[in-house]
C-alpha cells in the first residue's frame, strides 16, 4: 500500500484523508489545500478530482467511496454535495406528499403547457414530458421527496464546482484536473483501470506517433488536452424518434480537462465569436431552435455554460428535468465535448446494424452527438449492455465501474483490486 505521508509536506495543508464539502467550500480551498508540486515515486503523474452527489443522511458512503476507489493516488480532491447545495437546502424537509405530486402533475401531465409557456415546445422537451417521472414510480422509492430535490443538486453542484475551479484557475493559477469524475455516492470506479486506458495509453500513443491535437479529434481514447465528456453508461433514446443520449448518472460523468475549460470559458454571443465559443452560441440560432429547453432567458454576456446552467436550474419552478437530462443536454447541446468517433470497426463481429456497437459510426451528421461512452458498447437501450450491467453483485475488480454498491459491496470489490495493484492505492485512515 502506499504511505499518505508521501503527499504530504511542510508547504502543503493537502490531506487525502479530508472530503470536502462543497457548500463550505470557496476558490481559497484549492489553492491552500493542493497537492504539493514536487512528485516522488509512489505519487501519480495525473490528477483527477471526484464530485460525489449524496446526502447528509448517508455521509458515510462517500467516506467509503474516498477510501476505496477514491484512494487511488492519481485522486487529488474528493468533493461531496449534500442537500446543503439544493438551491433550497430545506427542500429535502419541506417538501410535502401534496408538493411532489404537483410537480408530477406539472411536468407530466401539463406538460405540453409548462414548454409552452418557456417558448419550447420541441421533439426533445416533448420527450421529456412524457418521461418525466410519474408520481406512482416516485412513491415506490424510498425517499420520494429526497429523490425530486436531488434532481436539481446534481446539477447546481457541478455549476458551483467549475465556477470554484474558474476563479482557482485566474486568480490563483491553480491547474485543473486532468478528470473530474461525478457521479453518486454508491458509485465504484476503477481507477487505476480509468487512469491507464483515459491518461497513461492516450499519452503514450500521441508520443509515440507524435500526433496533434488535431489528430486527437479522432481517437477513441484522446488524451486529456483533448475536450472529451464519458459517460459510465450512455443512454440512448430510439433514433427512430430523437437522436439525443445522456448519462446514466450513477455510472458516473467524466470530464476531460479541455472539456472543463469549454465549461467554464465566458460566452458573449457577439459579432466577435470564434472557435468555441461560436460553437456553443450557435445553439441559440434560428436553425437550432427545435433543441431547446428555454435557457437563453437566463443567460448573461460573460456567462459560462456551467454558470448558465446552474442559474436555469436554480431559478425554474417546478424543474421538469431529470439529473441526468439536464447534465446530457449542456454537453450535447453546447458542444462541451468532441463529436463522438467511429467505433465499429472496434468490433469486428457485429453487424452493421447493431446499434449499441455502430450508433457512433451513423452519427456523422448529428451536430448534438457527442456524448461518449466508456468502454464502448457500455448503453442502455432495450437493455443493458457494457458497464450498465455492472450494478452490486455483477461488479467484480475487472470491472471499469459500478452502481448501487453499498458499503460492504464497495470495500470487498476494490479489497481485490488493490491486490492487484498494491501500490497504487493509499491507506486512508
Not at 421527496?145 to 485566474?170: H, I, N, P
Not at 432495450?382 to 455483477?394: A, L
Request: aromatic fraction near 12%; charged fraction near 25%.
Amino acid at each position: 500500500r502506499g504511505d499518505q505521508g508521501h503527499f504530504e509536506n511542510e508547504e502543503t495543508n493537502y490531506n487525502p484523508s479530508k472530503i470536502m464539502f462543497l457548500n463550505i467550500s470557496n476558490p481559497t480551498v484549492l489553492r491552500d489545500f493542493n497537492p504539493p508540486v514536487r512528485r516522488r515515486e509512489t505519487t501519480a503523474n495525473y490528477s483527477i478530482d471526484i464530485l460525489s452527489i449524496g446526502s447528509i443522511h448517508s455521509i458515510k458512503r462517500a467516506e467509503t467511496q474516498m477510501k476505496t476507489w477514491g484512494s487511488h493516488v492519481s485522486r487529488r480532491h474528493f468533493w461531496l454535495a449534500t442537500e446543503f447545495d439544493d438551491p433550497d437546502p430545506t427542500c429535502h424537509t419541506s417538501m410535502t406528499a401534496e408538493d411532489l405530486k404537483d410537480i408530477c402533475h406539472t411536468c407530466r401531465k401539463l406538460g405540453v403547457k409548462y414548454w409552452t409557456e418557456k417558448n419550447a415546445v420541441n421533439d426533445l422537451t416533448m420527450n421529456f414530458h412524457n418521461l418525466f417521472a410519474q408520481e406512482q414510480w416516485l412513491n415506490k422509492k424510498k425517499n420520494p421527496t429526497g429523490w425530486l430535490c436531488a434532481q436539481k443538486r446534481f446539477v447546481t453542484a457541478l455549476s458551483k464546482l467549475m465556477a470554484m475551479y474558474r476563479e482557482a484557475k485566474d486568480v490563483f493559477g491553480v491547474d485543473l484536473p486532468d478528470y473530474l469524475i461525478f457521479g453518486d455516492d454508491d458509485t465504484y470506479v476503477n481507477l487505476e483501470m480509468f487512469e491507464e486506458e483515459l491518461l497513461r495509453n492516450p499519452q503514450e500513443e500521441v508520443k509515440q506517433k507524435n500526433l496533434t491535437l488535431q489528430d486527437e479529434l479522432s481517437m477513441v481514447y484522446p488524451t486529456q488536452n483533448t475536450p472529451v465528456v464519458w459517460a459510465g453508461c450512455r443512454v440512448r433514446r430510439p433514433t427512430s424518434l430523437l437522436h439525443d443520449t445522456i448519462p446514466f448518472g450513477g455510472f458516473g460523468v467524466m470530464f476531460s480537462k479541455a472539456a472543463i475549460e469549454r465549461m467554464i470559458q465566458p460566452l458573449y454571443c457577439n459579432d466577435t465569436s470564434t472557435g468555441f465559443e461560436w460553437e456553443a452560441c450557435e445553439h441559440w440560432t434560428p436553425a437550432y431552435q427545435n433543441f431547446s429547453i428555454g435557457e437563453f432567458e437566463h443567460f448573461r454576456p460573460g456567462m459560462s455554460v456551467s454558470d448558465l446552467m446552474g442559474n436555469y436550474t436554480k431559478n425554474v419552478s417546478p424543474f421538469c428535468l431529470h439529473s441526468d437530462w439536464a447534465v446530457g443536454y449542456f454537453v450535447n447541446y453546447f458542444n462541451i465535448s468532441r463529436h463522438v468517433v467511429p467505433t465499429g470497426h472496434l468490433h469486428p463481429d457485429k453487424a452493421e446494424n447493431d446499434k449499441i456497437y455502430w450508433y457512433n459510426d451513423q452519427m456523422g451528421d448529428v451536430k448534438q452527438a457527442r456524448l461518449h461512452a466508456w468502454h464502448d458498447g457500455s448503453e442502455l437501450y432495450k437493455q443493458e449492455e457494457g458497464n450498465c450491467r455492472k450494478i452490486h453483485r455483477r461488479c467484480d475488480e475487472k470491472s471499469g465501474l459500478c452502481h448501487q454498491m453499498d458499503e460492504h459491496r464497495m470495500k470487498s470489490v476494490h479489497q481485490k483490486v488493490t491486490n492487484l495493484f498494491p501500490t497504487k492505492y493509499r491507506y486512508l485512515q
